[in-house]
Each structure stands twice: as structure tokens, then as C-alpha cells.
């Protein structure tokens, strides 16, 4: 199975949906994430036994729950074009849980090696920008709100006929602390 950990991000989808519409507004081509698709990954496992996955979950009840703030937009660029996303406020508590989370699974054999983490919400995909247009012309995009995550989910990633879809396999509480 393919599978990721990370945060359901909606409390703020309303924001994610008109920051995502005014992008579309300024580019000439990309495929927008749906929807329902939006979350913010703590890490990608990959092709991994389920039953694995899920022994990680037990460190999710050593870590608080977290309040994140989206803060600005970005860009990965990319050959086939631009990954646009929605970045957060720098946050000490995720970067910690995603630290904790990347070293267990790599002693754990999930991972081959501990990569830097880039907390982002993925908005758009092989994006291009119209002729004159930037990311500069987005810079009020994407208010500052505020959201709390109290659950780790679990997700398996399917590739289905209508495009990619994400399932919650299972759900891990932080600490309420």
C-alpha cells in the first residue's frame, strides 16, 4: 500500500479553495488538487505493509496537539512545471512531531533516509504562470488564519480512473495536554 501520515487541513478549506482560485486566475495551465485531497503531510512511506505504518502511530500520543497558521505561498519548481502550495508559519511543535516521526520510521526500516521536512498544502500541480504574471501578484492570497490539529491520520494514496484519492486508514489522537 501506498501510504503517508499527516494532518486533515479542513478548518481551513474555504481559505485553501480561494487562494487556489486566484492562482488559477494568473496561470496558463495546471491541474488544481481537489478538494477533498487537501492535508498537510508529516511523511510520505511509500509502497510499506500497512500493519508497519500503523506501529508508528503510537508516538502521536507523546506530542501536543498543534496549532499551525498558514502564512505565504510557494512554489517547487519543477521540468514539467510549477508545484504551488500554501505554507505555514514556522511551528517548533510539527517540526519536532515530524522529526520524531521521520527518525522512527527510519530505525524502523520504513525509510531508507531522514529528509528535511517543508511543511506545505499542496494546491496546484504543472502549474504555469500567464505571460507578466508571478507569484508576486499573489502575495494577499492567503490570509494568516490560524487552525488546530488534535489527529494524525494515517492515509493510503489511490491511484483511481478520476484521479488520486486519499483514504484514511486510520487516526492517531495527540495529547490534549
Known amino acids: 500500500m501506498r501510504l503517508f501520515y499527516g494532518f486533515d487541513c479542513s478548518p481551513v478549506l474555504e481559505q485553501l479553495k480561494d487562494s487556489q482560485e486566484k492562482i488559477m486566475q494568473l496561470s496558463s495551465k495546471g491541474s488544481q488538487t481537489r478538494w477533498e485531497n487537501f492535508h498537510l503531510t508529516l511523511l510520505f512511506l511509500g509502497e510499506v505493509d500497512l500493519q508497519a505504518a500503523k506501529s508508528l502511530g503510537q508516538l502521536f500520543s507523546k506530542h501536543a496537539v498543534i496549532s499551525l497558521q498558514l502564512e505565504k505561498l510557494g512554489i517547487f519548481r519543477g521540468s514539467g512545471g510549477n508545484i504551488v502550495w500554501a505554507g505555514l ?62 489527529n494524525a491520520i494515517l492515509y493510503e494514496s489511490v491511484l483511481t480512473n478520476r484521479g488520486v484519492v486519499y483514504l484514511e486508514k486510520e487516526k492517531f489522537s495527540l495529547a490534549k495536554l
Open 89 to 150: 508559519k514556522e511551528n517548533k511543535k510539527l517540526q519536532g512531531l515530524a522529526e520524531d516521526l521521520s527518525q522512527q520510521a527510519f530505525r524502523s526500516g520504513l525509510i531508507n533516509r531522514v529528509e528535511r521536512y517543508t511543511p506545505h498544502i499542496t494546491l496546484m500541480r504543472r502549474q504555469a504562470f500567464l505571460p507578466g504574471k508571478s507569484l508576486k501578484d499573489l502575495d494577499q492570497a492567503l490570509e494568516a488564519q490560524v487552525f488546530q490539529v488534535e
